[in-house]
């Protein structure tokens, strides 16, 4: 007779962390590159888990980014050919879900960084006329839109300097001068005002 199925909860509480994020990974890789055929329930009897907690963990390895952005994408098209397999013009929920795994991952990524890598991004990113896109090979950052979100976070959180903030305002003007954009970065400076009490 098998064991019991093993939960989520259970494999953290027995599993030591590096164990657990590369079976965490394993379990995710072979989801994404397996066949439609091998659902995430067959993944769940053959690892002794259960089918939720296949799902966890996948989410899991994207949210703290154990997984590369090209491998979380693999997950999203097999989800929704699979919930497109079991219903007829399905696959919304998957879409929907797996943007908001995409969210909580740059949201995570944008928090991963230490206020002085923070710091030294903003400041460069300041004094350059260069496009975001190259920032995002230089720092190792995923997307364009973490870039975004880690100059948010310099300004919001008084990271960097007035001066800089400034610099960083003007630059984007320069690229979008919208009515928007001015409105955004009077919002950005109340933020900052009220974080600075």
């Given at each position: 007779?098998?064991?019991?199925?093993?939960?989520?909860?259970?494999?953290?509480?027995?599993?030591?962390?590096?164990?657990?994020?590369?079976?965490?990974?394993?379990?995710?890789?072979?989801?994404?590159?397996?066949?439609?055929?091998?659902?995430?329930?067959?993944?769940?009897?053959?690892?002794?888990?259960?089918?939720?907690?296949?799902?966890?963990?996948?989410?899991?390895?994207?949210?703290?980014?154990?997984?590369?952005?090209?491998?979380?994408?693999?997950?999203?098209?097999?989800?929704?050919?699979?919930?497109?397999?079991?219903?007829?013009?399905?696959?919304?929920?998957?879409?929907?879900?797996?943007?908001?795994?995409?969210?909580?991952?740059?949201?995570?990524l944008t928090?991963?960084?230490?206020?002085?890598?923070?710091?030294?991004?903003?400041?460069?990113?300041?004094?350059?006329?260069?496009?975001?896109?190259?920032?995002?090979?230089?720092y190792n950052?995923?997307?364009?839109?973490?870039?975004?979100?880690?100059?948010?976070?310099?300004?919001?959180?008084?990271?960097?300097?007035?001066?800089?903030?400034?610099?960083?305002?003007?630059?984007?003007?320069?690229?979008?001068?919208?009515?928007?954009?001015?409105?955004?970065?009077?919002?950005?400076?109340?933020?900052?005002?009220?974080?600075?009490?």
């Amino acid at each position: 007779m098998r064991d019991k199925m093993r939960t989520f909860k259970q494999l953290e509480k027995t599993m030591q962390k590096k164990e657990f994020d590369e079976f965490a990974i394993r379990i995710t890789e072979v989801y994404a590159t397996s066949s439609i055929e091998y659902t995430q329930k067959k993944i769940a009897i053959d690892n002794n888990v259960t089918a939720n907690t296949i799902r966890k963990l996948m989410d899991y390895t994207i949210i703290i980014a154990l997984i590369p952005l090209a491998l979380a994408q693999k997950v999203l098209n097999k989800s929704i050919e699979s919930q497109r397999n079991k219903v007829k013009d399905s696959g919304y929920n998957s879409i929907l879900h797996h943007r908001e795994l995409l969210k909580k991952r740059e949201e995570y990524l944008t928090y991963s960084y230490l206020p002085s890598k923070v710091k030294e991004i903003a400041n460069d990113i300041s004094s350059s006329d260069k496009p975001l896109s190259s920032f995002k090979d230089k720092y190792n950052l995923e997307s364009d839109e973490i870039t975004k979100r880690i100059l948010k976070r310099a300004i919001e959180e008084n990271i960097v300097s007035d001066e800089v903030m400034e610099r960083l305002f003007s630059r984007s003007l320069k690229i979008k001068n919208t009515e928007y954009a001015r409105k955004y970065f009077d919002f950005l400076r109340y933020e900052r005002k009220i974080n600075n009490k």
